[in-house]
């Protein structure tokens, strides 16, 4: 069993067949890449991962746990925390108060502790923050307004955010996205980084064959919305069933 386990969903939209019976196994501490060609499913099941869409049948388990119909702020508490296409930073705020952001989770109507329930006071709440910070190498950085911010940083800045909330599951859309290729590698040395230092697994959604084959210890193909295969990125290269999927034609 995997630490997140998805058993045949399928999700519909009108006349539409966005996923069909999909299963997939995240084994933990692994990184798991989604990929396929535009129109594949992999934003639907993203979203059906993090509680956004309720599949039509089929389940979701994270942990032991059914994450449908469960509210964001429940699936973060339950130890999903998700890094955006575009990233989601409060551009008025400097990088150390963005960090701070997720200290707190709002519950029954009013702000309460989450992930560090057991912090006494500020200073040590900066302490956690800060080190969040020189994690993913953006200490220098913690008094700069995040507005003003390259995309490799604010995408490191959100890193940060999610990591602070000591997630299991870190789940990854398109991570770099509008990225020029020396800030891609950053950010795949990164999350190397990350992996090495947590027990933390990774689910991630990516165009980018070159960051796939760089981070992934498996591979799930998505086409039309249904698995083609799932293998090591080693057996993933050449597969005549992905390669049908991505160039139209048999190998």
Same mark, same amino acid.
């Not at 909330?165 to 950053?186: F, I, V, Y």
């Not at 795949?188 to 990774?202: C, N, P, V, Y």
């Given at each position: #069993?995997?630490?997140?386990? =998805?058993?045949?969903?399928?999700?519909?939209?009108?006349?539409? /067949?966005?996923?069909?019976?999909?299963?997939?196994?995240? /084994?933990?501490?692994?990184?798991?890449?989604?990929?396929? +060609?535009?129109?594949?499913?992999?934003?639907?099941?993203?979203?059906?991962?993090?509680?956004?869409?309720?599949?039509?049948?089929?389940? &979701?388990?994270?942990?032991? /746990?059914? &994450?449908?119909?469960?509210?964001?702020?429940?699936?973060?508490? #339950?130890?999903?925390?998700?890094?955006?296409?575009?990233?989601?930073?409060?551009?008025?705020?400097? &990088?150390?108060?963005?960090?701070?952001? +997720?200290?707190?989770?709002?519950?029954?109507?009013?702000?309460?502790?989450?992930?560090?329930?057991?912090?006494?006071?500020?200073?040590? #709440?900066?302490?956690?923050?800060?080190?969040?910070?020189?994690?993913?190498?953006?200490?220098?950085?913690?008094?700069?307004?995040?507005?003003?911010?390259?995309?490799?940083?604010?995408?490191?800045?959100?890193?940060?955010?999610?990591?602070?909330?000591?997630?299991?599951?870190?789940?990854?859309?398109?991570?770099?996205?509008?990225?020029?290729?020396?800030?891609?590698?950053?950010?795949?040395?990164?999350?190397?980084?990350?992996?090495?230092?947590?027990?933390?697994? #990774?689910?991630?959604?990516?165009?980018?064959?070159?960051?796939?084959?760089?981070?992934?210890?498996?591979?799930?193909?998505?086409? /039309?919305?249904? +698995?083609?295969?799932?293998?090591? +990125?080693?057996?993933?290269?050449?597969?005549?069933? =992905?390669?049908?999927?991505?160039?139209?034609?048999?190998?």
């Amino acid at each position: #069993m995997g630490i997140l386990e =998805v058993k045949g969903v399928n999700k519909r939209f009108g006349g539409l /067949q966005a996923l069909g019976d999909v299963n997939l196994s995240v /084994q933990e501490n692994t990184v798991h890449a989604i990929i396929g +060609p535009n129109g594949a499913g992999k934003s639907t099941l993203l979203n059906c991962l993090v509680g956004k869409l309720i599949p039509d049948t089929g389940s &979701v388990m994270f942990d032991g /746990q059914s &994450v449908l119909g469960r509210k964001p702020h429940e699936i973060n508490q #339950m130890g999903i925390s998700r890094v955006f296409q575009t990233p989601e930073i409060f551009g008025d705020l400097t &990088v150390l108060e963005n960090v701070l952001i +997720p200290c707190f989770a709002r519950r029954d109507g009013a702000f309460r502790m989450h992930a560090f329930e057991t912090v006494a006071n500020e200073a040590e #709440m900066i302490e956690k923050a800060m080190t969040m910070l020189e994690d993913v190498n953006m200490a220098d950085k913690r008094h700069m307004h995040s507005a003003s911010m390259s995309r490799g940083d604010k995408r490191r800045l959100e890193m940060a955010m999610c990591l602070v909330q000591e997630p299991k599951l870190l789940l990854l859309d398109e991570p770099t996205a509008g990225m020029a290729r020396a800030d891609t590698n950053n950010t795949i040395d990164l999350l190397k980084e990350i992996k090495a230092k947590r027990d933390i697994t #990774m689910a991630i959604i990516e165009h980018d064959m070159h960051v796939v084959f760089s981070l992934a210890d498996r591979i799930t193909v998505l086409a /039309q919305g249904t +698995p083609l295969v799932e293998d090591t +990125p080693e057996n993933i290269k050449g597969h005549p069933k =992905v390669r049908e999927a991505y160039l139209g034609e048999s190998a």
